[in-house]
């Protein structure tokens, strides 16, 4: 039980459920000072609301972020800082099927199971991808924290949909680009052609996954607590949080394995008087550090499991073989939905650790110290 | 600092140095009655011993491991497991260079950075791949817990070196044949490639790269504490805790990111009276949770970044480039020695998540109970 | 930082400030299948709620709680829950001069140091006494769970106020009278004189301490876990996040200190065929663990720190001596309301280790799990 | 199970039995850079060592203590620093006896019946008064931190044995006396007295108990984390987990449940332009945070549960009461020995404190940052 908070300093705990009254997160360990407000976590929440375009769910939510404790006069002041939107949109009546019939790749058999039954099933409950507007509240803060005190900023995009894959291109390109199309991928071409597999998979009743890759730049040396809380390991666990996230990879990635170790391994040089590798194979990270390099991390997603094409299930009161149809508003693809959601925990985990190395006080500098 | 814990039940803490006075792991939270001796440890840790084979380092290690606490009449207590393994064959002057000349995809100068110049450089000190001995220590009480509280049974074994992939192959092949060669890859076949692959990178002063799978079986439905402490999330974090661990994949893995929700989605069928995915796309994890069919990982290896070609590095001292040719006993592949680390890893958060949710009680049932 | 969560199975989260929006706190880790309404939580909660009694602070607040997650078709879900009362009749304006002339023995200056001035001062902020009524939703849900669960009952009252001593009684009469009176004592001449002193004290601006007895009936032996997390180490821990505690002991306490070996150990004897201390000097509490006799644990409060006598403080602009009379609606005694609240947290420390101990597994059995 | 850690950035895990092998501690999340050696931890673990004086035990164990990991060239490292004594003076044969009978006021039988009779036994295992050489090893550490860092000074005697308390001194005396007697106490009148009351309880087979106070000088205020890890709370906790403590109270403590506020309350003022409270009823802590005047609690001992005189237990294998008699080499007051065993966990808890208040950052300036 009990698996619902990340991190060690900057500490996020998800509460709510997808049909519930509320879905909300608290951040404790957040810095006193940092300015805030409801609408720079709104920013990124309205990334990442359903029903934004013609390639999500049509579920309609306000998805309007209230802060409830924790910022006075306009900052934070390092007490817990408790988020939440209410849950408006529901249409519940959809989802009472999936106890007979719980559907395939989804956790709707197995949290049954496990809760012994009193979980709220209900769109999927503590298991629908709803969830993630916690994260995202909470990656806003850290985000915000993280640009304010180090400059460092999380850029993720669309990297591949359906098999098509976005061409390398420069970070102004990245930055300018990834947030200008529906699918949220700075390759234009490569969207257009997204976009248009997307809306084909979701006329025949399919879907398609892909994968998101997130760049951190500005990054400061030395973040990671190893061996067991490496920057790497506590990203990959933050990450696999996200529902449908089936592989993470690093910088060259599983590429890695099959280069030779000169091939591999990124020379050290002096850039302007500083110490940093010269090439970027390592993604930013080495024996669980960061390098000062950008980190580089590549995420895969599994196509979305609601699909309106008939699947086997069990019928478990019936104890047989059944067809079943999955009804709901879903998307045909969560990639450029979970580009916020990606950034997010990338901020949360980057802001963990670089109170952990010292680089953020307990206190920021500012207006109300005096 | 102090990311030295893994595990929330199951607890592992690290210690040890690859130059100092020994290598060891407390294990606190191992439930009392475990029928548990130092040959029980040895056997798993022997496989992980540097100096077995051609194809490794010529570092001559005995790695013989002592319990200094928390076993009494041959069980468990309930109390902190110390193991340690003391260092002998320690050639330290090999190492005092990389203070001036830190080498390229290694933590040296990072790791000097970021404590002050107080780490223990020598031999990596806690960033060598030698601390892994203690997940090993840990790894193999976890394993024999598992074994004989649940019958689960963990495979690890080399997929893939230098691009070389190993066929498909039934599970008992695996079972039989993964430690039947020095590069414990049970595609005899594709195993003679890898070897010769090793010595051939080897004799040119280089290193190569590559994939370990695990396999988990008999992992009961429903381990994982969704959302944060999710199976694949806590899986991952401790994968990436090994050394040179690039990417992580579960089931389909990246693949998945190309597949259509009707290629991808696992369609739930009876298994002997039991509700269980007929394909297992998903690697034995649906929404965080173990579902009863096996897990299957795939952690992706950087190729060493210990090769004796020549390389582009700086001199920290001189402030400018210069050339540095690591020597020392280096393994030109760390793919098979990696396999026990896996499965010891993979053991730990099994361990840990089968605690969580109640299968192993903190006292097992035994003789001395009486 | 972020010192907010209590426990490490059955944890708490606790949220909100003094004239912010909300007080509440969030439970994780409580099993699934617990009956539980808000009017479960309501009863405990309306024990402390301000403006009930003569003896008590004039604040009226409705003090209605709300559960926001976790809970669905009346049982808890294994979710977190999260749960909140609205603050309504906030007086802010009392509070603002605090930044200049802070309260001796209220933590209105250091806070502010602390939290480089951005900390909510406004009625003591986090520091405030009505903090606490987040430890009562928690401690309500817990006493639920124990007293379902394990058929534990958790019952404190006013053993002393102002010097006055309630004579030793038997339980039943400390289950009957304890909540008969004002002053929640269940000697009923003794609460006569109490609350005579305790007006008195008002009546002269004054205010008075007084000590909170707990006896938990029922624990099951072996609750604790040793060496740091001993039963008596985490009962004291919660017992000092109360506001105002000073001191805390258990069984003969600090008269202990002055007894003899031969006087002070507790005989070992059969009672209904099972093995127990036949005396309880040791408060149902040897080496950590619960012995499975009563446990007694008495709490020193503190008078109340706002009194209207005036005081000398620093004005901390002028830099110079001041005289404060502190304003604003306070309690001339905090016992009574302090009685639900140390039942609180000793239920919340009760069940975390009843679920450490694995006495309390992850799910209750019920109707829902068919 | 698993209660072994204290800290949460200052780490203390504490191992080993009483007769096993060795007793230790691993320290994680100890700065780099402090300068540390073996004769450091020794100097206080001498003044725990059993077979001092007459008024102590006469085990005889040199426990010498070796440092295994995170010290390097002198300096701690950054690294977990493993430290053991190993235990040799070992007469196991008098501890079986407490399987049948075990001892009145002992963890022994309790021990039993939660380990499931897997605990090592012999001479208490786990729950001996020698575990906490583990945490004189981890508390000299912290102490030298304290110092070297903030100049702060811990001082901990012995205020009260067997009714006779010393005198109120001025801190001077406190410091320079309290170590110069059998009895740690700076009373000279006193020590004398308490001196003769050990041994006469000594003679005729009893024991007696005490109180220890400690004071920890020039602690910076705002050191504590409210609500829950409040510094008295974390505090209490720590010396709750030495056996036999009973009691645990601050400045006034029990004695403020008597006072009025007017009474209790420290007023505030300027002290060398700081402002401090001008008492110190509060013992240096209000609203879970340090005052910055020093901190003052009293931790109360009960009498030694071995005694010699003839006890009544029930022996466990025949279901009937029994009289016991317990033998080994006991100490008739435990006091003496607790002084720097307070020290050492008040210690730990306020470098923790330190530390996570941002005081003392990951890396202490020093030589070998070079």
Chains 1, 2, 3, 4 share one sequence.
Not at 51 to 78: A, M, P
Not at 170 to 197: G, Q
Request: net charge neutral; charged share 25%; aromatic share 6%.
């Amino acid at each position: 039980m009990s698996g619902n908070m990340l991190g060690k300093r900057f500490m996020v705990l998800s509460f709510g459920e997808s049909h519930g009254r509320c879905i909300g997160a608290v951040v404790d360990g957040c810095p006193a000072g940092l300015r805030l407000s409801e609408q720079d976590i709104q920013a990124l929440l309205d990334l990442r609301r359903p029903g934004q375009s013609i390639v999500t769910t049509q579920r309609k939510e306000e998805d309007k972020v209230e802060i409830l404790s924790g910022v006075f006069n306009g900052y934070t002041t390092g007490a817990p800082i408790t988020m939440l939107i209410w849950n408006k949109d529901i249409i519940s009546k959809d989802y009472e099927r999936v106890l007979e019939t719980p559907r395939p790749s989804h956790a709707d058999y197995f949290a049954r199971l496990k809760y012994g039954g009193f979980n709220d099933y209900r769109g999927g409950g503590r298991f629908s991808g709803r969830i993630t507007a916690g994260y995202v509240m909470a990656g806003a803060i850290a985000l915000k924290l993280l640009r304010e005190t180090l400059k460092i900023e999380v850029l993720a995009y669309t990297k591949r949909i359906a098999g098509i894959e976005a061409r390398p291109l420069p970070i102004e390109t990245i930055r300018e680009k990834r947030l200008a199309n529906e699918v949220r991928c700075p390759d234009e071409e490569a969207a257009e052609d997204m976009k248009r597999a997307i809306l084909e998979a979701r006329s025949s009743g399919d879907s398609v996954g892909g994968i998101v890759e997130c760049i951190a730049l500005n990054v400061p040396p030395c973040l990671g607590e190893p061996v067991f809380d490496s920057l790497d390991s506590d990203l990959s666990k933050a990450l696999f949080s996200i529902p449908a996230v089936k592989g993470v990879e690093f910088g060259a990635g599983f590429k890695a394995a099959d280069m030779r170790g000169s091939e591999h391994n990124d020379p050290l040089g002096l850039v302007d008087g500083v110490v940093r590798p010269l090439t970027n194979n390592a993604g930013g990270i080495v024996g669980g550090l960061s390098t000062g390099r950008e980190i580089v991390v590549r995420v895969a997603f599994k196509p979305a499991a609601s699909i309106s094409k008939p699947q086997q299930t069990i019928n478990v009161k019936k104890r047989g073989v059944e067809e079943v149809v999955v009804t709901g508003r879903h998307d045909p693809c969560v990639i450029p939905r979970a580009v916020p959601i990606v950034e997010s925990v990338v901020g949360i985990v980057l802001a963990d650790h670089a109170i952990r190395a010292g680089l953020i006080p307990p206190v920021l500098k500012g207006e109300a110290s005096s």
